[in-house]
Antibody
Framework: EVQLVESGGDLVQPGGSLRLSCEASGFTFSSYAMNWVRQAPGKGLEWISYISRSSSTIYYSESVKGRFTITRDNAKNSLYLQMHSLRAEDRAVYFC???????????WGQGTLVTVSS | QSALTQPASVSGSPGRSITVSCTGTSSDVGTYNLVSWYQHHPGKSPKLMIYEGNKRPSGVSNRFSGSRSGNTASLTISGLQAEDEADYYCCSYAGSRTYVFGTGTRVTVL
């Protein structure tokens, strides 16, 4: 069974940093590109970052470019999101999602909550 | 990249059909027939219902179908059932491995 489990969400002050993790199991992690998607309270889903199977191709949405960094460790079956300069508007549930094609996010984690507040 | 436009809510009676629209631009929906649709029950993980415009993943009911015309994609749910009540999001490929989601539609079964 495909499983994605996010962790690392926490309460952080504005301007602070946080690192999210997504541990994968039940499939060959290195064979799939991965993404991070977030949902702010009461808002819709927002795609924020993509990483290819070998980490050779990485993209970000404009809303996080320059502040967030996506990485992966295929040996550890894990995906990461390093977040810096956090803002109130970054408050959201962050999901990792497996990319089976061009936007075919066929498996999702349960999400981890990031709260940015003083 | 602006979010794709969806109606805030759509409702229908059990057994009837409903259609959820998703309007983008010539930079996303209009250029790439790579629209996916997700069902999201609040507090749970989103579920892929349609990919590449009109393809259904294994296990998804054939009551769900997708289509596209110009800059607008659509999700049709036929034979509406109580379990279909959820939020639905479209998502389009926007080039260079970037994606844009829709604003989301709350589907209510009357």
């Amino acid at each position: 069974e495909v499983q994605l489990v996010e962790s690392g969400g926490d309460l952080v002050q504005p301007g602070g940093s946080l690192r999210l993790s997504c541990e994968a199991s039940g499939f060959t992690f290195s064979s799939y590109a991965m993404n991070w998607v977030r949902q702010a309270p009461g808002k819709g889903l927002e795609w924020i970052s993509y990483i290819s199977r070998s980490s050779s191709t990485i993209y970000y949405s404009e809303s996080v470019k320059g502040r967030f960094t996506i990485t992966r460790d295929n040996a550890k079956n894990s995906l990461y999101l390093q977040m810096h300069s956090l803002r109130a508007e970054d408050r959201a549930v962050y999901f990792c999602a497996r990319d089976a094609g061009y936007g075919d996010f066929d498996s999702w984690g349960q999400g981890t909550l990031v709260t940015v507040s003083s | 990249q602006s979010a794709l436009t969806q109606p805030a809510s759509v409702s229908g009676s059990p057994g009837r059909s409903i259609t959820v629209s998703c309007t983008g631009t010539s930079s996303d929906v209009g250029t790439y027939n790579l629209v996916s649709w997700y069902q999201h029950h609040p507090g749970k993980s989103p579920k892929l219902m349609i990919y590449e415009g009109n393809k259904r993943p294994s296990g998804v009911s054939n009551r769900f179908s997708g289509s596209r015309s110009g800059n607008t994609a659509s999700l049709t749910i036929s034979g509406l059932q109580a379990e279909d009540e959820a939020d639905y999001y479209c998502c389009s490929y926007a080039g260079s491995r970037t994606y844009v989601f829709g604003t989301g539609t709350r589907v209510t079964v009357l």
